[in-house]
């Protein structure tokens, strides 16, 4: 049985990696429900649509922009809180995987409003499967590492020379392909590892590059890829060329 959705009060939702049925049956539930959902600039028509009776405002951020200020988004949605609204946040993979989501929710319970926040797949996982690649396999990999391409603080960026992982996955990774790639040369990993580019991870616009870390920034560039992209570096990309075609095969037998 549906937990209550209240009024006045601030769901914080993970719209999922892109797929509208990858959307858990509760944030479909909220936003059934919602009177205003603010939400990211990646998240697709098709899940907006899952909010027919809501008022949409667009409070997303994409690469080169200024970031609106989390204080001041919470206090936007406090003001439909407070009039009895039931207010979603929605936000694209998981809240708490590089989305901020503890930030917003911080600052909604510094204001006093009530708050759930309600998880959501993550691109990390799902966009690499989507590909034909599992993150971890037995006897290839038993580690994974999830890390951002972009470094907000230098002084607090990843020191790829700690980084330990049987597979790295970075997400926000477009633009800065050949550097993150370098820098992982730099660290130690061979540049015959291998290494995949995902664009648009499980949606009809999904298209996907492998090589190594000598040449998938090349290769992706090539491919003219756009965001969102993700990169995943390991020998469970390897995977892919066995893996891939069943899924490709699978999904058309569906059709």
Same mark, same amino acid.
């Given at each position: 049985?549906?937990?209550?959705?209240?009024?006045?009060?601030?769901?914080?939702?993970?719209?999922?990696?892109?797929?509208?049925?990858?959307?858990? $049956?509760?944030?479909?539930?909220?936003?059934?429900?919602? &009177?205003?959902?603010?939400? &990211?600039?990646?998240?697709?028509?098709?899940?907006?649509?899952?909010? +027919?009776?809501?008022?949409?405002?667009?409070?997303?951020?994409?690469?080169?922009?200024?970031?609106?200020?989390?204080?001041?988004?919470?206090?936007?949605?406090?003001? @439909?809180?407070?009039?009895?609204?039931?207010?979603?946040?929605?936000?694209?993979?998981?809240? @708490?995987?590089?989305?901020?989501?503890?930030?917003?929710?911080?600052?909604?319970?510094?204001?006093?409003?009530?708050?759930?926040?309600?998880?959501?797949?993550?691109?990390?996982?799902?966009?690499?499967?989507?590909?034909?690649?599992? !993150?971890?396999?037995?006897?290839?990999?038993?580690? !994974?590492?999830?890390?951002?391409?972009?470094?907000?603080?230098?002084?607090?960026?990843?020191?790829?020379?700690?980084?330990?992982?049987?597979?790295?996955?970075?997400?926000?990774?477009?633009?800065?392909?050949?550097?993150?790639?370098?820098?992982? !040369?730099?660290?130690?990993? +061979? !540049? /015959?590892?291998?290494? #995949?580019?995902?664009?648009? #991870? /499980?949606?009809?616009?999904?298209?996907?590059?492998?090589?190594?870390?000598? &040449?998938?920034? &090349?290769?992706?560039?090539?491919?003219?890829?756009?965001?969102?992209? $993700?990169?995943?570096?390991?020998?469970?990309?390897?995977?892919?060329?066995?893996? #891939?075609?069943?899924?490709?095969?699978? /999904?058309?037998?569906?059709?």
């Amino acid at each position: 049985m549906s937990r209550p959705i209240s009024a006045g009060s601030v769901y914080i939702l993970g719209a999922g990696p892109g797929d509208p049925e990858l959307v858990t $049956l509760r944030a479909a539930n909220v936003l059934a429900k919602a &009177d205003v959902v603010f939400h &990211d600039q990646l998240v697709s028509q098709e899940i907006l649509a899952m909010a +027919p009776r809501a008022k949409l405002v667009d409070v997303g951020h994409r690469a080169g922009e200024p970031r609106r200020e989390i204080e001041s988004v919470a206090a936007r949605m406090t003001e @439909y809180a407070r009039q009895g609204a039931v207010v979603a946040r929605l936000k694209g993979g998981d809240p @708490y995987v590089f989305g901020r989501g503890a930030e917003e929710l911080r600052a909604l319970l510094d204001l006093g409003l009530p708050c759930e926040v309600v998880p959501g797949v993550s691109s990390a996982i799902a966009g690499p499967a989507a590909a034909g690649i599992p !993150v971890t396999h037995r006897g290839i990999a038993a580690s !994974v590492v999830i890390v951002t391409g972009h470094e907000r603080d230098p002084e607090r960026g990843m020191t790829w020379e700690r980084l330990r992982g049987d597979t790295v996955v970075v997400l926000m990774a477009t633009g800065r392909l050949s550097d993150l790639t370098a820098r992982m !040369v730099a660290a130690g990993w +061979p !540049v /015959t590892t291998p290494a #995949a580019v995902i664009m648009a #991870a /499980t949606t009809s616009r999904q298209r996907q590059v492998t090589g190594s870390l000598a &040449d998938i920034a &090349d290769l992706a560039a090539v491919a003219s890829f756009a965001p969102p992209t $993700l990169l995943v570096v390991g020998e469970v990309v390897s995977l892919a060329r066995e893996l #891939a075609p069943a899924l490709l095969e699978a /999904t058309e037998a569906a059709l």
